[in-house]
């Protein structure tokens, strides 16, 4: 018997505050929720040696979660040199350089990082991305990417720019046209 619980608190309310009992759950059910990492209810495991009053083990599943990051950062590029250096290893390696050209100082920049950063999780190896913060680099560099507006986040292949998206809309939006340019050019 297994028994399915979103957090630690919600299972010890269930099993000492309320009068009725716990439903099982199916085997078939049970799998499914340790594999998405939820925290799972089960008589004689040994993956979490914590035992409650009733003499149960707590088991939190920790397959596929680890293997694979929820968000890769993205590497800052802060010269001409440097963004030489990028693109030519990407042309190397066949791989598809994402440029997220940005400003501290801008709300929807900073909105944009981390839901690239998971995005970059999606994608990597297959695509790199990388940040470049206009106020802290030369302006030969910023008008070799071309920026007029930001955030502006480009995709570049074969030393080449092939395509943009100006983030001027919602943060998903963004993040969806990302990913279209993405499989375009994959």
Partial sequence: MAVLAPNCCVLHRELFHREQS???????CASAAANAGAVVLAPGSRTWKKRTRVGVKLGASRQDVSSRPMSVPMKAI?????????LEQAQELSQVIIIDWMAAWCRKCIYLKPKLEKLAAEYDPRVRFYLVDVNKVSRELVKRGNITKMPTIQLWKDKEWKDEVVGGQKAWLVIDEVREIIQKHI
């Fill in 78 to 86: 802060t010269m001409v040199e440097e963004l030489d250096q990028v």
């Fill in 22 to 28: 716990v439903h099982p759950l199916s085997g078939r």
